[in-house]
């Protein structure tokens, strides 16, 4: 069961954005950091359903096999520009695939795992498309959960982005920064949105509320304090004025679902710029088979961020 005195504390927050007139849909907000209606009757295995990527999409692990391997080759054909340390962790790392141009605009992708899994080998193919339009491309690494509290990800991640602006012109890279990130690294690049190199951000199927994460598996591992889901879920937080297109999958549980359509709706109260973009019928796997094309949607979108367009 969840804590009846976190639930009040969350159930508070909730209120807070309605009655700030910073949600506009009551019973959306209050689902995201509540949980679902029946969140408090649920048992362990329904909460933890309810945000299992994994289980709800099996075919995922053969998707990312697929990426591993194209990204392997991409790797291999950058051997000078990978694997570059930013700081003392072992997965202080960057790869950086540098455009023709040192000034085009650069694409970072931050990868996804909840925080606790994956590493950022696995989707450099994602960003065939950018760089096919001229973009350079860079992917950091991070030290996952439990090796690292959420603060303590965000913090490298800060400090991966102030590396890239002091050395990443020594290596090519010396555009300004479109941030962007898949589920866990959705989370992460709307929090690193206000960094001064960022000009815009795309968020991928990301997590903007994380209260009800306490009550899953994924706890286990991430530990979330109170000050945490305080400070680091963006729905509790002023909206950074810079661009910041929001995409999910239809197909996604509807908790993805609904954390992207509600910190749409939370941005655009305070008048913060960004575009919603549903991807039809993906799920949340395969919705990354719109960034990777030149024409994807979401390489579009990525594209129109970095140009203006």
């Not at 639930?7 to 508070?12: D, E, F, H, Q, V």
């Not at 910073?22 to 959306?28: E, G, K, V």
Request: glycine share 8%; net charge negative.
């Amino acid at each position: 069961m969840t804590d009846p005195s976190r639930r009040t504390l969350i159930a508070g927050s909730a209120g807070a954005l309605i009655g700030a007139g910073l949600i506009a849909a009551p019973s959306a907000a209050q689902n995201l950091v509540e949980g679902p209606d029946n969140w408090a009757t649920m048992n362990r295995a329904e909460r933890d359903a309810a945000y299992n990527n994994s289980a709800a999409v099996p075919e995922g692990a053969g998707m990312i096999d697929r990426w591993n391997a194209a990204s392997a080759e991409l790797r291999k054909a950058h051997k000078d520009t990978v694997d570059l340390p930013y700081g003392k962790g072992e997965r202080n790392r960057w790869d950086l695939f540098p455009a023709k141009d040192p000034k085009a605009p650069c694409f970072v992708f931050i990868h996804g795992g909840y925080w606790q899994a994956r590493s950022r080998e696995s989707f450099s193919c994602l960003t065939d498309g950018v760089r096919e339009a001229g973009m350079s491309a860079a992917l950091p690494g991070y030290t996952l959960a439990p090796d690292a509290t959420l603060s303590q990800i965000v913090a490298e991640l800060i400090s991966a982005l102030d590396w890239l602006g002091t050395e990443g012109p020594k290596h090519g890279i010396a555009g300004p920064v479109i941030i962007s990130g898949w589920s866990a690294g959705g989370h992460l690049a709307a929090q690193l949105l206000a960094h001064p190199s960022v000009q815009a951000g795309l968020a991928i199927s990301g997590i903007f509320e994380l209260a009800p994460l306490r009550d899953t598996y994924l706890n286990d591992k991430l530990k979330l304090t109170d000050e945490e889901v305080a400070s680091l879920s963006p729905l509790r937080l002023p909206a950074v004025e810079k661009p910041l297109t929001l995409a999910y999958g239809s197909a996604e549980l509807s908790p993805l679902v609904e954390n992207s359509r509600v910190f749409h709706a939370f941005r655009a109260a305070q008048h913060a710029p960004g575009a919603l973009i549903p991807v039809s019928k993906a799920n949340h796997f395969s919705v990354l088979d719109a960034l990777r094309p030149r024409d994807g949607l979401l390489a579009r979108a990525a594209i129109d961020l970095a140009y203006g367009l």
